[in-house]
Each structure stands twice: as C-alpha cells, then as structure tokens.
C-alpha cells in the first residue's frame, strides 16, 4: 500500500528550480533514501512533505490524502508526520521524559508507560529519564529525538540526516538501531542523506536527486550495480569506467573481453565496481593487463592502482584485502568477477 505519494511536484526559489516536476512513492513500513550531490534539493523536498514548505504546482499525499498542492497546504503539525533533525533538536530546558512524552497528552493514564516503553524501544536505560539533553552523548539525544518522533505514532517518519553529527563507530551502530527501531514500529520512513554508503545500508529503496530532478530511483543493489549514468554510477560509489566495444554480450575493453549485461552493439562505455575486479599476482610480463603504479595501505583493505597496458587511461584503483599485496612495479593480470554494466548515453 502506497503511504507517500509526491506528485510531479516542483517549486522554485527566484531563479533557482529547487524542485522540477518530483515524483516518488512510499509504501508502507519501507524506508526510502533520498540522496544527491548538494543543492540537489533533498531538503527542499523534505520540507515539503513536512509542510514547512508548499508546492508551486503538483501535490503531496500521504495515506491517499492530498496534504498539499498549489491551492492548499496542511500545517505540519496536523500532518502526523514524525521528525528527527540532524542534531536531534531536543527541548533543552525539559528532561528526557518529557522531551519523549511532549506530544503525549499529560492527562493520557498511559503516558508514564509510554515513554518508559518508547525510552526501551530506543535502548536507553530507565536512569536516563530524569536526565536533561546536555547530560546526554550526541546518540543518546538522537535515540531520545527518535523516540519523542514516535511517541505521536506517526504515519510518516522523516530523518533528516540524524546520524551526520556522530564518530563513524557510532554511526553505523546508531544507523542499525534506528533501522531496528523503525522496522519494529513499523513506521514508512523517509531519510535525505549524503552519504551513499549510509543509504545504501539504510533504505530498502534509494531515490537519486541532482538539479532538482529525480534522476534514477531503485533498490540499492539497482542503484549501485546498475546506475543509468556516470554521474550516478561515481555519485553511488567508487567505479571503473572504461571505454569498449560491445558485441552482443560482450564488449572488448582494455581489461580483455569482458561479459556484459544484456546485449549491445559499438562503442559503450562500461562500469565496474572495483570489487568485481580481482587481481592476479601471477601475472608474467608476457601475461598481464597493467602494472601496479600505487599501494595504498588502509587497514584490512588496501586500494591498488593499475595502469593498462596500451590504453592512454588513467590507472583504475581496485580495493582489495591487504593479504598478499603486489608491490608497485609488479605485473599483474586483472580479472573480471562479474558482468560488466553498460552506461546509458
Ligand atoms: N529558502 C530558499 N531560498 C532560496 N533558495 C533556496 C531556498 N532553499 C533552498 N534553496 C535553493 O534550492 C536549491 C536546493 O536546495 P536544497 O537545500 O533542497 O538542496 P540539498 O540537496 O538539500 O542540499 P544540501 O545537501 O547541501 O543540504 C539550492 O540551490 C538552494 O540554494
């Protein structure tokens, strides 16, 4: 069932089209990442669906009812939607139970029993409450923002990079909490990220924006295997991008024949994901594709540049474990792991 409906909707500020003709669709309990260069505008759109912003034509609905058009536009806070801002955005003033409980009407005999349960839900320990948002670490506030958004059982959850703020150990194990935490509620979340790694691991759907348009919308795996262009195929992650000569499904390259997906014919450009490349030390001067002009050691993995053999390319960089690695100046042989994909355009 479809929850969050955004209908070609567009808005402009001055001279700038900040939103073009936008589309996008939510069904219900999926979490969707809305991601895109800066200024792409993923704020814009957000603050449309919360209702701090209107359209200039096209329409917003949530569970088949229009919020907002050219005509109209509900207040935020009758739209039943929750938030979670990038700091959390907590009362300062208020401890942690009546930040949770603040949309919780104060003579409801189960509010007590609410916000204990929201405070459980969100991992945090009972001791907490009486606690004030300062006396907090930057995830705990985030868990108690998450759980204030939930406490108004929100038809609609929108985080607005709520994990920006946080170290990178922390990130990931706030990103898996929240994830938990939304699937369990079983609240449609919509999430504007930059950071493609944390959509990509977050979202079971990915909505790419860039000039105020959505340019590709898709499962993550879509998105990063099989993105419609090189802007989002090096937006979605790190790519090998090569020129080559398809026949069929295969296209000749300077890493070989190299099996591609689907079929096409003359001059494409393909993309690999460095991991779909594997590469062998064995390579003989007689057999190998390039040589090794940089090791870069980060930890478990290293990045690897190559340069081939007979091609006026830059080197291609692969990551890969850190066992065993080529020195730079060895012969390597790169081998393809995967079909290729071809770029559209
Ligand atoms: N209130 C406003 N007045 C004028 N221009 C605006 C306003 N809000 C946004 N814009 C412009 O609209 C465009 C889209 O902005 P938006 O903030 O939605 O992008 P974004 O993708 O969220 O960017 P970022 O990732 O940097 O937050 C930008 O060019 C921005 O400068």
């Known amino acids: 069932m479809t929850v969050l409906s955004i209908d070609k909707v567009s808005k402009r500020y001055g001279k700038v089209q900040a939103l073009d003709q936008v589309s996008v669709e939510a069904s219900s309990g999926m979490r969707t990442a809305v991601v895109g260069p800066s200024g792409s505008g993923k704020t814009t759109l957000l603050r449309m669906i919360a209702g701090f912003e209107t359209p200039d034509s096209g329409s917003v609905s949530v569970g088949g009812e229009v919020l907002a058009d050219a005509h109209r536009s509900m207040p935020a806070h009758l739209r039943g939607i929750g938030i979670v801002a990038q700091d959390g955005a907590l009362f300062p003033h208020l401890t942690v139970a009546d930040n949770i409980g603040f949309g919780i009407p104060r003579g409801d005999r189960e509010r007590t029993e609410r916000v204990l349960s929201l405070l459980e839900m969100v991992e945090l320990e009972p001791g907490m409450l009486t606690r004030r948002p300062h006396q907090l670490s930057g995830g705990q506030q985030q868990r108690v923002a998450l759980a204030r958004a939930l406490a108004c059982r929100p038809r609609l959850m929108l985080l607005d990079e709520p994990f920006s703020a946080l170290d990178t150990g922390l990130r990931e194990n706030m990103r898996k909490t929240v994830a938990r935490v939304l699937q369990a509620a079983g609240v449609t979340t919509i999430l504007v990220t930059h950071d493609q790694e944390e959509a990509l691991s977050f979202a079971d759907r990915l909505v790419v924006m860039r000039e105020g348009r959505v340019v590709q919308a898709g499962t993550p795996q879509d998105l990063y295997f099989h993105p419609n262009d090189r802007a989002t195929a090096l937006f979605m992650g790190d790519a090998v991008l090569l020129p080559a000569i398809a026949k069929g499904s295969v296209a000749a390259c300077a890493l070989g ?3 591609i997906v689907g079929e096409h014919k003359g001059k494409v450009e393909i993309m690999l994901r460095p991991e779909q490349i594997r590469i062998a030390t064995d390579g003989s001067q007689q057999d190998n594709t390039g040589q090794v002009v940089d090791v870069e050691f980060s930890g478990a993995t290293s990045t690897i540049a190559v340069a081939l053999n007979g091609v006026a390319l830059p080197p291609i960089r692969i990551k890969t474990s850190s ?21 559209e355009g």
Do not use: F, T
Request: hydrophobic share 55%.
């Open 257 to 259: 024949n190299v099996p």
């Open 323 to 343: 066992v065993a690695l080529p020195a730079p100046g060895a012969y390597v042989r790169l081998d393809v792991a995967e079909k290729a994909h071809v770029l």
